[in-house]
């Protein structure tokens, strides 16, 4: 059979793009949450419906889409959910793409997206109102473009896929911590190294001046993508239901966009090598032993035919890795998703170079053997999908929805809730004063107050207005008599002595 033109590859590609991004998309919709889920994801659904201002850096661009999303006839809760899941999808039609723009086999391809889709931390971010798919999504599509315009040996694609990433910064910071990757690829068009040592030529004059030129136009680009932030402070100054920070004036709009209070999670002293464990274990419940064996035997093929591109995609993971290394949060696993691709798309690498290997070592009498073997390697996402698939399932997921009704319907009227802005109290806070209050518009006669004075919580008591807490903190714990009472804990009376 002659070999397909190259429209007729590029619509058999768009096809089974299209088709691994719908058989994820059924996954994802049959375990998607129906309501409200906890945490930020209360606060995203608030802040797109509302088109307010969630939590540092603002993520204005995510915000902007969400709002489209929560325009659907749709609980606003369960359009934020199916928006991640679109993109979750999306983000897995854009992996084989980038799978086969790297030389990869159409198999080889679909076995690294797939295992991507159904792999526990991309599937669970794309059942919640969450940023990292659509995050990831852009990261994808710039990594897609800057490889199509180095193969075309076009300064376009370049650029726009530096508009691209830029925009995404509203989405999430951490395309930015993939920098380094995405750079090297704009710095070796018309380059074209073919052994591993001439990537020293990226440091050389050649082509320089076309480079630079090209260089600078992408940076321009990523600057006004990156102006999508401007937004910010133009609606905070409109005064919206949810205005975090109000960062409305220069220096409170500087305060969001670099980390705000955030900036104090990062680590100081802390055991290298315990962190190191615990990233690892990450990645290891992500792809198993098969998935990091492939993925590093992918590694070593890219870098061998490919070098260019497989520097850029080590460079852009240990970026990612580096960047959130000391980041102190519970969910740490999340960001770390753009490495969790990059090892998909080498997992995809790998089933290529063992496809390759088999076919060498059969000979022509036995090569049918080679594609079989390749095939054989899809057990790997099956079998993520088959163990993935119960402990995901968040369909019949109703806790956040059924506290926040268990709260308006047990909170005598005019009660004052404290909220001392701890972890455990912003995962009911959202859920009650950002999602119900000010999206559903329930319980408008309670009032959430952030770190009332002990004095004006006592002078409240001594008035019978009736005071709670999201959760006991030791705030009010050491100073006032506090009991459970239904879904919030109610403060009784100072302490005496």
């Known amino acids: 059979m002659a070999e397909p033109s190259p429209p007729a590859r590029s619509f058999v590609d768009l096809a089974i ?43 204005p661009l995510y915000t902007l889409i969400g709002h489209l999303f929560t325009r659907l006839p749709l609980e606003p809760a369960y359009a934020m959910n199916l928006m991640s899941a679109v993109f979750g999808a999306l983000a897995v ?20 997206a797939a295992t991507l889709g159904v792999g526990h931390l991309h599937w669970s971010q794309s059942l919640i109102a969450e940023v990292y798919t659509p ?41 930015a911590t993939c920098g380094v990757g ?6 070796g068009l018309g380059l074209r190294p073919q052994r591993p040592r001439e990537l020293a030529r990226l440091l050389s004059r050649e082509a320089l001046g076309r480079r630079l ?11 006004l993508g990156a102006c999508i932030f401007l937004y910010i402070p133009l609606r905070a100054a409109m005064k919206p239901a949810l205005n975090f920070g109000d960062p409305s004036s220069l220096e409170r709009f500087l305060w969001m966009v670099t980390g705000g209070n955030y900036k104090g999670w990062w680590l100081r002293d802390f055991d290298w090598l315990a962190r190191a464990a615990q990233l690892g274990g990450h990645l290891y419940d992500q792809l198993l032993v098969v998935g990091l064996a492939l993925a590093a035997l992918g590694a070593a093929r890219l870098l061998a035919r490919a070098p260019l591109a497989g520097l850029a995609l080590l460079l852009a993971a240990l970026g990612n890795l580096a960047f959130f290394f000391r980041y102190n949060v519970h969910d740490v696993e999340v960001f770390f998703l753009p490495t969790v691709a990059i090892a998909c798309l080498l997992c995809g690498q790998g089933a290529q170079a063992i496809g390759e290997l088999a076919s060498r070592l059969l000979g022509d009498g036995r090569r049918w053997l080679a594609p079989a073997l390749t095939a054989a390697l899809a057990l790997l996402p099956i079998s993520l999908a088959a163990a993935n698939y119960r402990s995901l399932d968040l369909s019949s997921y109703t806790a956040a929805r059924d506290y926040g009704e268990r709260l308006c319907a047990e909170l005598p009227r005019g009660a004052v809730i404290l909220n001392f802005t701890t972890p455990p109290e912003w995962k009911n806070d959202a859920v009650f004063s950002h999602y119900f209050q000010k999206v559903l518009g329930r319980r408008a006669d309670v009032r959430v107050l952030s770190r009332p004075r002990p004095r004006q919580v006592a002078r409240w008591l001594a008035r019978g207005v009736p005071v709670f807490l999201f959760f006991p903190v030791p705030e009010v714990v050491s100073l006032f008599l506090v009991r459970p009472e239904g879904a919030a804990y109610r403060v009784v009376a100072p302490r005496t002595g």
Request: charged letters at 10%; proline letters at 4%; aromatic letters at 8%.
């Open 213 to 223: 030129l090209t260089a600078a136009a992408c940076l321009g680009a990523a600057c």
């Open 182 to 187: 995405l750079a090297a690829l704009v710095l």
């Open 17 to 59: 793009a299209a088709g691994l991004a719908l058989a994820c998309l059924g996954l994802y919709l049959s375990t998607l949450c129906p309501t409200v889920f906890w945490y930020d994801s209360a606060e995203y659904v608030a802040a797109a419906s509302l088109l307010g201002i969630p939590h540092p850096p603002g993520y």
């Open 93 to 112: 039609a854009l992996a084989y793409l980038i799978g086969r723009a790297l030389g990869g086999g159409r198999l080889a391809a679909a076995i690294g």
């Open 135 to 175: 995050g990831l999504c852009f990261l994808l599509a710039s990594l897609l473009l800057l490889l199509r315009g180095l193969e075309r040996d076009r300064r376009g694609p370049l650029v726009l896929a530096a508009l691209i990433a830029g925009l995404g910064l509203g989405v999430h910071f951490f395309i």
